[in-house]
């Protein structure tokens, strides 16, 4: 038996539990079916097969979670820093006992290579283990003194917040946006990514398994225009941090305007990847090449713009190129796999569609440029490089979301800086120079929230993660994700009989 056929084997006996019972909505510690009883299909990419039946939740589904949160959420805003603690620690244990569960139905339910999904469980676990170890500090503030006053400052949870996490990675994401909220002792209302919704359920029973108390982490399956709407509507629901497409975020805002929520959004991007003729080449090739080609191209900080030097720009394309052609694309439990299918037909077509776009718009395909007959029939693309391109084209100025790099040449460092500011987007960027001093004043002038000086993505946890223009709005990472959750609080104290102004009398 091939090492692909006991992965699927082991996957279909994970999926069996979902496929017998389907994927319920959790509610104040209790796995329930919609209030009115419908559901929907959530298929594998792989062959566009139903995985499992799905709790469609709607208005009357949230308004029960939330209120379930805000019942919660005084008796663990009270529990100590050292419990939550202790608590979101056993969470990341048991999320490592787990990994290779979630890694198998991950890689069913989106399409993800198992390459890069054998971590996502064992990040998740360390994004827990980080705010963990800050749940004790959360509340803490500072000492602002003044003649004749005393300030102290401190920090309080914002109450019930409701988190919408998107399909691409949706474990990962998911932990990453509610381990925060439960260190700051917030409760939560998750409804996740219709498309790809069962690690979200594994990861709620993990919690609650893990001795987290019933209400605090409550999950509501459902589609943006009904539970997603509702919970962005609903007043017991004092923020929402949502990631995903700009459009939507703009949707979420307008909705949340009523009730006054505050937003933490992480949105798109139309990354540039800058490299100049000084650059080492070939690590500069393999960062473009794992930045746009991994995880299937769907990721919001993707490498999606490739802007080089004119006098390299032959040499450096036909390397990407040449790099693309040799990436395997096939089944997502195949560990030589590097490319899996995409999450959807529907997508799978948007992305079929900018390959004709990019065509029509003049631009070379140098590698790859359609669909891929793929195991099991489903939603597999070919890595693509686009040459030949410029920055007014749709293919370099919109989010593909998919294993597409469009490249464009450059004259000078002016030239590069123009071409990297010009799109509406401003996640990250990367830049590849030997040049210390262009570094830094050419990562002072792009307009991006993240910047990578000569390295791919690699994240250290403790630094801010989030956009510009209409790539986001705030941070998460390190304390940043505390001042999404939590309010600030100022107590002055007078320290001497100071004058007081007498008026009528």
Same mark, same amino acid.
């Given at each position: 038996?091939?090492?692909?056929?006991?992965?699927?084997?082991?996957?279909?006996?994970?999926?069996?539990?979902?496929?017998? !019972?389907?994927?319920?909505?959790?509610?104040?510690?209790?796995?329930?079916? !919609?209030?009115?009883?419908?559901?929907?299909?959530?298929?594998?990419?792989?062959?566009?097969?139903?995985?499992? @039946?799905?709790?469609?939740?709607?208005?009357?589904?949230?308004?029960?979670?939330? @209120?379930?949160? @805000?019942?919660?959420?005084?008796?663990?805003?009270?529990?100590?820093?050292?419990?939550?603690? &202790?608590?979101?620690? #056993?969470?990341?244990?048991?999320?490592?006992?787990?990994?290779?569960?979630? *890694?198998?139905?991950?890689?069913?339910?989106?399409?993800?290579?198992?390459?890069?999904?054998?971590?996502?469980? $064992?990040?998740?676990?360390?994004?827990?283990?980080?705010? &963990?170890?800050?749940?004790?500090?959360?509340?803490?503030?500072?000492?602002?003194?003044?003649?004749?006053? =005393?300030?102290?400052?401190?920090? *309080?949870?914002?109450?019930?917040?409701?988190?919408?996490?998107?399909?691409?990675?949706?474990?990962?994401?998911?932990?990453?946006?509610?381990?925060?909220?439960?260190?700051?002792?917030?409760?939560?209302?998750?409804?996740?990514?219709?498309?790809?919704?069962?690690?979200?359920?594994?990861?709620?029973?993990?919690?609650?398994?893990?001795?987290?108390?019933?209400?605090?982490?409550? +999950?509501?399956?459902?589609?943006?225009?009904?539970?997603?709407? &509702? =919970?962005?509507?609903?007043?017991?629901? @004092?923020?929402?941090?949502?990631? %995903?497409?700009?459009?939507?975020?703009?949707?979420?805002?307008?909705?949340?305007?009523?009730?006054?929520?505050?937003?933490?959004?992480?949105?798109?991007?139309?990354?540039?990847?800058?490299?100049?003729?000084?650059?080492?080449?070939? #690590? *500069?090739?393999?960062?473009?090449?794992?930045?746009?080609?991994?995880?299937?191209?769907?990721?919001?900080?993707?490498?999606?713009?490739?802007?080089?030097?004119?006098?390299?720009?032959?040499?450096?394309?036909? =390397?990407?190129?040449?790099?693309?052609?040799?990436?395997?694309?096939?089944?997502?439990?195949?560990?030589?796999?590097?490319?899996?299918?995409?999450?959807?037909?529907?997508?799978?077509?948007?992305?079929?569609?900018?390959?004709?776009?990019?065509?029509?718009?003049?631009? +070379?395909?140098?590698?790859?440029?359609?669909?891929?007959?793929?195991?099991?029939?489903?939603?597999?693309? *070919?890595? +693509? $490089?686009?040459?030949?391109?410029?920055?007014?084209?749709?293919?370099?100025?919109?989010?593909?979301? %998919?294993?597409?790099?469009?490249?464009?040449?450059?004259?000078?460092?002016?030239?590069?800086?123009?071409?990297?500011?010009?799109?509406?987007?401003? =996640?990250?960027?990367?830049?590849?120079?030997?040049?210390?001093?262009?570094?830094?004043?050419?990562?002072?002038?792009?307009?991006?929230?993240?910047?990578?000086?000569?390295?791919?993505?690699? #994240?250290?946890?403790?630094?801010?993660?989030?956009?510009?223009?209409?790539?986001?709005?705030?941070?998460?990472?390190?304390?940043?994700?505390?001042?999404?959750?939590?309010? +600030?609080?100022?107590?002055?104290?007078?320290?001497?009989?100071?004058?007081? &102004?007498? $008026?009528?009398?």
């Amino acid at each position: 038996m091939s090492k692909l056929d006991t992965n699927l084997a082991k996957a279909n006996e994970y999926l069996a539990r979902f496929r017998a !019972a389907g994927v319920l909505n959790q509610i104040a510690g209790e796995a329930v079916p !919609a209030a009115d009883g419908a559901t929907f299909d959530t298929i594998s990419p792989i062959d566009l097969k139903p995985l499992a @039946k799905v709790a469609h939740g709607k208005a009357a589904d949230i308004d029960r979670a939330a @209120k379930a949160a @805000k019942q919660a959420f005084p008796g663990w805003a009270a529990l100590s820093g050292d419990k939550r603690k &202790a608590l979101l620690h #056993r969470i990341a244990d048991a999320i490592v006992a787990r990994a290779e569960e979630i *890694a198998f139905i991950e890689c069913m339910d989106t399409g993800q290579a198992l390459k890069f999904m054998a971590k996502a469980a $064992l990040r998740g676990a360390e994004n827990f283990r980080f705010y &963990a170890d800050r749940a004790p500090e959360a509340r803490d503030g500072k000492a602002l003194r003044m003649d004749g006053q =005393l300030n102290v400052t401190s920090r *309080a949870p914002i109450g019930p917040v409701g988190i919408i996490t998107p399909w691409n990675t949706p474990f990962m994401l998911s932990t990453w946006k509610i381990a925060p909220a439960l260190a700051a002792g917030c409760t939560v209302v998750h409804k996740p990514a219709e498309l790809s919704p069962l690690t979200a359920r594994l990861l709620v029973e993990i919690a609650e398994e893990a001795g987290l108390p019933k209400g605090v982490w409550n +999950t509501v399956n459902g589609f943006g225009e009904d539970a997603g709407k &509702a =919970l962005t509507e609903h007043r017991d629901i @004092k923020a929402i941090g949502f990631v %995903g497409e700009s459009r939507t975020g703009s949707a979420i805002m307008a909705q949340g305007a009523a009730t006054l929520k505050r937003v933490h959004f992480e949105l798109g991007g139309k990354n540039p990847v800058i490299v100049f003729a000084d650059a080492d080449i070939e #690590r *500069a090739a393999d960062a473009a090449v794992f930045m746009i080609y991994s995880l299937n191209g769907e990721r919001c900080t993707s490498s999606s713009r490739l802007l080089v030097e004119q006098s390299i720009y032959g040499k450096f394309t036909s =390397l990407v190129a040449e790099k693309a052609k040799r990436i395997k694309v096939g089944h997502p439990l195949d560990p030589d796999t590097v490319i899996g299918p995409l999450i959807h037909p529907q997508h799978e077509r948007k992305v079929l569609d900018y390959l004709d776009i990019g065509r029509r718009e003049g631009a +070379t395909v140098a590698a790859g440029g359609g669909k891929v007959e793929g195991p099991g029939g489903g939603c597999y693309v *070919a890595p +693509t $490089l686009f040459t030949e391109a410029n920055n007014g084209m749709r293919i370099a100025q919109e989010e593909i979301f %998919g294993p597409v790099l469009t490249a464009i040449p450059f004259k000078d460092e002016t030239d590069a800086l123009a071409l990297a500011n010009d799109v509406s987007y401003g =996640l990250t960027a990367y830049l590849w120079t030997s040049d210390v001093t262009r570094a830094l004043r050419f990562t002072d002038a792009l307009e991006a929230g993240m910047i990578w000086v000569n390295s791919e993505n690699v #994240r250290h946890l403790p630094t801010p993660f989030g956009g510009v223009k209409n790539s986001g709005i705030g941070r998460d990472g390190g304390d940043w994700s505390f001042d999404f959750y939590m309010e +600030t609080k100022n107590v002055a104290f007078a320290t001497t009989s100071h004058a007081i &102004a007498k $008026l009528g009398g």
